[in-house]
């Protein structure tokens, strides 16, 4: 119960400073959008960097070392490091330039002036949308898992004990779930457990963080993400020397760690079961961020260009900071240092918070659930708050012109488009779960394989609309068609084998990450289909590449 | 050499040096509890940040716009 009361507490904590936000709010669309161009380096950091940073870094990561052990940090934090920063360099900054000078709001508004098309944004809207559900389902479904396992009981000899709630106590389709790896009947012990029936756990996140992206806008959000990654980012920290420390079980906390991790099996501390070139096209998934709605929006928000410096440099080590501590507890779980029941081997996102519960005390467990919620919602926030942007942005004013509809109903709409994606991704996440890592990779996978588009844009005036228009189908074709190939994502080691002589390969073929397939489709696409097309006017040209 | 030249080369460097085939299969322990594929790979995240603010030092674009006139925050 303890637990529960906390989260109820940092969740009130979370309304009363949307509400604060809400006092600073200026009533105008463009406040509630972008803050006014008015957001620092530090809150610029703070809010990129717990945007990205969601369920997938901390839930995620550790569920993955569980699953695949230590390589996964290079697999996708060091990758990042030099990836993120890197679209923040070469993509941020022009991107603020521009959207300064123009006053865009959205992709979809600097796109279709680049691009000399009224109608891109009918192609790129449900796209963006369409990748953004399952981003949002990964925290949806990850704060649900967090919840109830933390409020839920341990189970000894098959039976619940210690739960917050008996069974009972909730509708029995709200308490009892299948194992996913046998023909059973659905029973209390795989369901529920005794703890906020997960379901009700996600809606009730989903509720809170719609109240105060509501309440606060941009600045509310803006906020709410610093004040958040800074609990995740501590509570993290302190998760770590908690746990370390419990597992190992010396007297000394350096002892400790050593213990843990020299308990960690061989195959977990190595990289034989990971192929070489299966990791090196790792690297393409973090290219995603150059295409992220939401990231495009938190960008507009800077107050100059300099605001750029700080996150570009202080984002690889933050990164470090909360991913280095999430893999190693994933390592150390896979231990013969504790035991983890069935239940949650079969769901990788549930091994944080199991571990939290198991060797934290009540209050402490309580407080780094806070810690956990907070990374996920500080990525929620604003991607609730970018669809409802690109809703007014991108479809309601161009089809009822700018002066048809007041600021006041622009907002409405945004909202009621936001409980609708929202309300779509709860019905979502209430069927069979997925691992968040994977989905996560799926995701990000889709987003990247857009990457081109934006650095052609910016940086090749050959583009044309036509090219622009194939890049997106060859990137939406070819990820649905391989996403299908994976049994939605149920396959989680999917790969793309692609044949090589053996002199090169002694398997025959490489196996490489999808993204990597999607990513030279939707490129050679582009670039062919440009250079067959004709070059777009002289004016686009000077618009967009001055001669300096 | 212009030093934005070298920043790109060590941002190059970096990405061949993230693809660290020669620990692939090695299981030691930095001081004991850091798995070298983990400890490695943190380094290469440290390397990113000095990389970047070397960046922003020598490679920063100069044609950028002035402030803007909001409001300000930290």
Request: with cysteine.
């Amino acid at each position: 119960m303890p637990q529960l009361l906390i989260i109820c507490g940092y969740l009130a904590l979370l309304l009363i400073l949307g509400l604060g936000a809400s006092r600073l709010f200026r009533g105008t669309s463009q406040d509630y959008m972008l803050a006014s161009h008015s957001i620092g380096p530090f809150l610029l950091l703070m809010s990129i960097f717990g945007t990205t940073m969601t369920a997938f870094a901390l839930v995620g990561s550790t569920g993955e070392a569980f699953k695949e052990g230590v390589g996964v940090y290079g697999m996708l934090a060091s990758s990042s490091g030099i990836i993120h920063s890197l679209c923040f360099f070469l993509l941020g900054v022009k991107v603020w330039k521009l959207g300064k000078k123009h006053g865009y709001r959205t992709q979809v508004q600097f796109f279709r002036d680049r691009l000399e098309s009224r109608w891109i944004g009918a192609v790129l809207f449900p796209v963006l949308v369409g990748l953004v559900i399952p981003y949002l389902l990964i925290g949806v479904m990850a704060s649900g898992t967090v919840i109830n396992k933390v409020t839920a009981g341990t189970i000894r000899d098959g039976q619940v004990v210690g739960g917050t709630f008996e069974e009972g106590t909730f509708p029995q389709f709200l308490e009892q779930a299948k194992n996913p790896k046998s023909d059973e009947p659905a029973s209390f012990t795989y369901g529920s457990q005794g703890g906020v029936p997960k379901p009700l756990a996600s809606l009730a996140i989903c509720g809170i963080v719609l109240i105060y992206v509501f309440l606060g806008g941009m600045r509310g959000t803006t906020w709410a993400n610093t004040f958040q990654t800074l609990v995740f980012m501590v509570l993290g920290l302190v998760t770590f020397v908690v746990i370390a420390w419990r597992l190992g079980g010396q007297e000394s906390f350096w002892a400790s760690l050593q213990m843990a991790s020299s308990s960690i099996p061989l195959e977990k501390l190595t990289r034989t079961h990971i192929p070489p070139e299966k990791f090196f096209t790792y690297m393409l998934v973090p290219l995603s961020v150059g295409m992220f709605p939401h990231l495009f929006q938190h960008w507009l928000t800077a107050r100059s260009a300099e605001s750029f410096k700080l996150p570009i440099f202080a984002h690889p080590l933050f990164i470090a900071i909360v991913w280095v501590p999430c893999v190693l507890i994933g390592a150390w779980a896979t231990s013969d240092l504790i035991s983890i029941p069935p239940p949650v081997a079969a769901n990788p996102n549930a091994v944080l918070p199991f571990l939290v519960k198991q060797l934290a005390g009540p209050v402490l467990s309580g407080l780094l659930t806070a810690g956990i919620l907070a990374a996920i919602m500080s990525s929620l926030d604003s991607q609730f708050l970018c669809l409802g942007t690109m809703f007014t942005e991108d479809v309601i004013r161009p089809l009822y012109g700018q002066r048809s509809l007041s600021d006041r109903q622009q907002l409405l709409i945004a909202r009621l488009f936001i409980i609708g994606i929202v309300a779509l991704t709860y019905a979502l996440s209430l069927f069979e779960p997925r691992r968040v890592f994977t989905l996560g990779v799926w995701c990000f996978s889709g987003f990247s394989s857009l990457f081109p588009l934006i650095v052609a844009a910016l940086y090749w005036p050959r583009l044309t609309k036509q090219g622009a228009y194939a890049c997106i189908l060859a990137a939406a074709g070819s990820w649905l068609w391989l996403f299908c190939a994976s049994d939605f994502a149920a396959q989680a080691n999917f790969t793309v084998n692609v044949p090589v002589p053996i002199a090169i390969d002694l398997d025959g073929y490489w196996q490489l990450m999808p993204v990597a397939a999607m990513i030279v489709c939707s490129t050679v696409t582009m670039i062919l289909v440009s250079l067959l097309t004709r070059p777009p006017s002289q004016a686009t040209v000077d618009r967009f590449f001055p001669k300096t | 050499m212009k030093p934005a030249y070298g920043v790109w080369g060590l941002i190059l460097l970096l990405i061949i040096a993230h693809q660290d085939i020669w620990f692939w299969e090695d299981t030691t322990l930095v001081f004991g509890f850091l798995p070298i594929a983990l400890a490695y790979h943190a380094g290469i995240s440290l390397a990113a940040a000095f990389t970047w603010y070397l960046a922003t030092q020598f490679c920063w674009p100069t044609d950028q716009e002035p402030s803007a006139q909001g409001k300000e925050t930290p």
